[in-house]
């Protein structure tokens, strides 16, 4: 349990990345009381400083000695090193909210949404997890929907941008944008085909059922955060030459009917959703429009007259605030009401 202070020593692992640099502008905008702020990332990073509220804070390497008297970690390194590192610091009685997938299936820590299943930080050993980013902004949107007519079954497709691999990801698709304008070869090297002006139904690996990684996560995650595995999920993820904001496509079954409308009034009254529905006036929601957004924005609601009761969705949000940096600031705000 964290303890009650009035300002806490809080540190950001990875911070040089793209959720890492997301996390402290998120600490910084959201007035987090922080009392002094830690920053860790690699060797690489040595000698650098990041500003927060206007002070240059030197980055640190990152050992497992480093975690003594940091109340709350927000990791944003990769999973390799939060297998390494979180347990370490957990143990020097730093709690560790976890970016990477390396805890979130583990039955010992909770996988948390604040706006879906806040209560199960009551559960934690030190340990909790952050949803996949394409899990955390459908789920905010299941939430209502499940609780409302029960979901029996959803088909989601994903159109996921590059900042969601990081920042190596959005400099290959502004090179390979300017390289093939200019006519101009191009080697992909962070993905396995061209990024720019084109689509890869592929993110993170391929296992033996043809499935990637990602989409089995947004199949199991779903379940747990929504506590149901009764919850049927198939998943097709592709990466598209966007630089920032998610977007997904989302078909659902319900065991209770629900038209357009009424699914319309639920969302707009949920937490965490805009409901940006007036395709008359062209407004639905769009990836550029959701950059430094904290809402998922949901539109495109439709009845899909094909099955008794389904409908369709179009959902959009920045996957560096809402599927990272935010929901995990989100979830330290939510420990501190508790504490
Ligand atoms: N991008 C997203 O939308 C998103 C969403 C949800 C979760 N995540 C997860 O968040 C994590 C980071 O993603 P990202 O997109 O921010 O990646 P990124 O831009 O590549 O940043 C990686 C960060 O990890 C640090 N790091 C790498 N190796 C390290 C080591 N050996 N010791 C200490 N620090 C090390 C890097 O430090 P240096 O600069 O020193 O190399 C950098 O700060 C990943 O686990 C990812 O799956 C990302």
Redesign the pocket.
């Known amino acids: 349990m964290l303890q009650k202070k009035d300002r806490y020593t809080v540190s950001v692992?990875?911070?040089?990345?793209?959720?890492?640099n997301e996390m402290i502008a998120t600490l910084e905008e959201r007035n987090f009381p922080v009392g002094t702020l830690r920053l860790?990332?690699?060797?690489?990073?040595e000698g650098k400083t990041l500003d927060f509220h206007g002070t240059p804070i030197a980055?640190e390497?990152?050992t497992s000695k480093v975690f003594e008297g940091i109340d709350i970690a927000l990791f944003?390194?990769?999973?390799?090193?939060?297998r390494e590192f979180a347990p370490a610091a957990a143990k020097a009685g730093c709690i560790v909210i976890d970016?990477?997938?390396a805890w979130r299936m583990d039955p010992e820590v909770p996988l948390v949404v604040p706006e879906v299943n806040p209560d199960d930080l009551d559960w934690h050993k030190g340990i909790i997890a952050?949803p996949?980013?394409s899990t955390i902004q459908m789920v905010v949107v299941l939430k209502p929907i499940h609780d409302a007519a029960r979901i029996k079954r959803v088909v989601v497709t994903t159109f996921q941008s590059v900042?969601?691999?990081?920042?190596?990801a959005m400099d290959e698709l502004l090179n390979q944008t300017q390289d093939i304008l200019n006519f101009k070869d191009i080697r992909p090297v962070v993905y396995p085909h061209q990024i720019a002006f084109n689509c890869l139904p592929h993110i993170d690996t391929f296992m033996d059922d043809g499935y990637t990684k990602e989409e089995i996560k947004m199949v199991n995650e779903t379940k747990k955060i929504l506590g149901d595995d009764s919850v049927k999920v198939t998943a097709t993820t592709v990466r598209v030459p966007v630089f920032r904001g998610h977007s997904e496509s989302l078909n659902i079954e319900t065991e209770k009917k629900l038209s357009a409308n009424e699914t319309r009034a639920i969302l707009s009254t949920a937490p965490g959703i805009i409901v940006y529905d007036a395709p008359e006036k062209n407004i639905y929601p769009l990836p550029a429009d959701t950059a430094n957004k904290d809402e998922v924005y949901a539109g495109r609601i439709r009845e899909d007259d094909t099955i008794e009761k389904g409908l369709n969705l179009w959902i959009a949000a920045d996957?560096?605030r809402k599927?990272?940096a935010l929901n995990a600031v989100q979830i330290a705000e939510e420990l501190i009401k508790r504490a």
Not at 40 to 45: G, L
């Open positions: 692992v990875g911070a040089t990345g793209a959720v890492g860790f990332a690699s060797e690489r990073s980055v390497i990152l944003s390194a990769g999973g390799d090193r939060s970016n990477s997938s952050n996949n980013c900042s969601g691999t990081g920042k190596k996957n560096l599927g990272a």
